[in-house]
């Protein structure tokens, strides 16, 4: 039974308190959340995917799959936002593989804690201020890793391919990397 509930639903209720309106059938708490993150979300699969019919599908995929699973989402095992971004990520590289028809190997593994709140538009723009702070400052063979990674989807495999580096030096880097954005948001 859909239901719209105006009560804890509001665009700034925590995220915690929308998904459990949204678990209860309440479509204001989806909206909020959705205008809460939908630009996140786009971005990392536009990224990914390059294109931007796709990048809108797997968001739309994203969400759904929210509405219908949002009973089970756990806040102890990370944030919300954090959540729909591996989700979007992962989903993005999917579609990537499905589409180039090739078996690449499991994709980067190592997930970014998301420590900080992104129940606002201030603080989601923060977060995203320190995340390209934090970019800037790493070393340029470590930022071009994690982009790779990240960004483009690729595999550890694929990035030592295309820099003719060793396999065991991007693995280095990407944790090397993930250590300091990792480091960053918890200080």
């Not at 923060?126 to 970019?135: I, N």
């Amino acid at each position: 039974m859909l239901q719209t509930t105006a009560i804890d639903s509001t665009p700034e209720a925590p995220d915690v308190v929308l998904i459990r309106r949204m678990a209860d059938g309440d479509e204001a708490a989806l909206a909020a959340l959705y205008d809460r993150y939908a630009g996140l979300v786009f971005s990392v699969a536009k990224r990914i995917v390059g294109d931007r019919s796709t990048a809108e599908e797997i968001l739309q995929d994203i969400f759904h799959q929210a509405w219908r699973t949002a009973s089970s989402f756990d806040s102890s095992r990370g944030s919300f936002a954090g959540w729909l971004l591996v989700a979007a990520r992962n989903r993005a590289i999917d579609r990537l593989r499905r589409r180039q028809g090739e078996a690449l190997d499991r994709a980067v593994e190592e997930k970014v804690a998301l420590a900080a709140s992104l129940e606002t538009a201030a603080a989601q723009n923060l977060m995203l201020s320190k995340v390209r702070k934090v970019l800037v400052e790493l070393p340029s063979a470590q930022r071009a890793a994690l982009e790779m990674a990240y960004f483009e989807g690729m595999t550890h495999s694929e990035i030592a391919e295309r820099t003719g580096e060793p396999l065991g030096t991007i693995k280095t880097r990407l944790r090397t990397a993930l250590g300091t954005l990792k480091k960053a948001f918890q200080s």
